[in-house]
């Protein structure tokens, strides 16, 4: 094996601040072998707010980080980054470029009887259209119910996942979704897998549930098999932590989001 | 008067977003013959959350941007900036620097049987220390309770400011600072003007509401008035609004700030 074997460098992986750990975490899961590079660019999130001229120079921003470290491929895990940014990534970058949005639409459209779709997110996100797009693409006919969600990332940064002020706030949102009869419930950002148990308790079994996380890493792991880039095992793998802003409030939600103790987040200036 | 009379300049204002408005729309009621150029850092808002060092650096090239515009003061109407940067920004540049934390504690102190103060404020504010520091360097002896409380801001910037869910959230924040017996409120973030009716409404009239917007105002009007840079109206005032980042959500926050119909909002490249 050459010393430049392209499949032992680190995947690499960056949303606009620490939610795409939840991506982090899917992958480590699904592929404990590969070492992982992840940029959290604390000091200019939110990207769901701002332009998307804005997000697209940021986007290009943090890949360039990650090049630098010499990923073998790049996963956005940012909905928000994904749906603004993720053609001129693929386009200007010469290592394999993944989105969270792909991945969920397929996971979505893989079961038959789905007819009525509902997508939360981020307001950048759902102002792309992107989701629905790549839905309306695949299966014409399909009904589509898109809501913008801005304050439930405050709410689980701030930790309140199980707080009647966020049931309040879920149940206002669902309800327009709800009350148009979706049967499948689209998480599109990286921060809500974290609200999975609350979601499930109000939900019920009626409104399947997907995810950007899972489904992310599930498509990432096809990717690499195909394109032989999956690492075999020699040494133990690697898991490099960057944040643009270190702030104790970062570094906590780090673990939160990570789902383990993560002791090296380093600093890095883009 | 020569045309450089330096009182016939502009005011500069900047605030990490758009609720630095709330101290814009008190600047122009208290001097409406005054221009005010402003800027809105919204590509990298919020600062709140963010360390002191990145703090620091984003309002040094704030200032400079007004600077560059030629303005003969500078309000930094944020309080986490104010908070982390003022010194550095007094001690770096030759115009009169005003934050909004000194003239709030002064407004509070100005009542002599004020005797035990609550703040609220983002998360950086708080952890910076500098309201409980500059009360009770004045004070000593003076009950002063903190409290971040950082889903504020999300609640004002979507709009539900008067929600069953924001009055929860509130009466969470609110409860372990009226266990302690507060007689006075600090609103110690720019936003928070906004949220004064439901405020009013929840405390009635056993605890006293100091904001930042109103008393800052007043404090930069004898700033001034002393430095006799007051401008006599001779042509029309200008107010100029810049934001880093355009959105639609950001131009309709401005109007929902400024409590006026504001057409040319520009973008700013620091």
Redesign the interface.
Known sequence: MPASDPSQAPLGVFDSGVGGLTVVRALRELMPQESIVYLGD????PYG???PD?IRRFSVEDTQFLMGHGVKAVVVACNTATAHALPLLQATFRVPVIGVIEPGVEATLSDPRCERVGIMGT??TI?SSAYQYALAMRRPGLQIHASAT??L???I??G?ID????K??LR?YLEPLLEKGIDTLMLGCTHYPLLMPVLKKMLGKKVRLVDSASTCAAHTLRVLEEQKLLRRARSKPVLDIYLT??????EAMTRRFLGADFGRVKKASL
Chains 1, 2 share one sequence.
């Open positions: 604390t000091a200019r999130v707010s701002k332009s804005t307001a950048g102002r801005p304050l990332v405050p709410f940064e701030e309140w707080h009647p002020a966020l309040l706030v206002q802003d270190l702030s104790e409030q970062a």
